[in-house]
């Protein structure tokens, strides 16, 4: 998890796994869009996630923001990462 040179790292081989800046198809999800500068989509971001119960954040750097959310019946944790890359 994490960035690695200006990217999303690369999913495991593993099915269970989306990246929205990867070429694999098996791993390839569209990007979430936002309308607004990288601060200001990590802003609303941040404020969604700390409203959510089943999530927490794990680790939040200038631009990126890496995110659990435990199911509530079975406790299963799932991690999401949002990039924020420079659009200059």
Known sequence: MGIENGRLKQCPKTPNCVNS???D?????EPILI???P???KTYILKI?????????IEVDDN???AEFTS????????VEFYF???K
């Open 64 to 66: 990126y923001i890496r």
């Open 72 to 79: 509530k019946i079975f406790r299963f944790v799932d991690d």
């Open 25 to 29: 198809e098996k791993h390839f999800i």
């Open 35 to 37: 309308a607004a500068t």
């Open 85 to 87: 890359p420079d659009t």
């Open 49 to 57: 996630l700390n409203e959510l119960n089943q999530s927490k954040i």
């Open 21 to 23: 800046q990867i070429k």
């Open 39 to 41: 601060p200001e989509a």
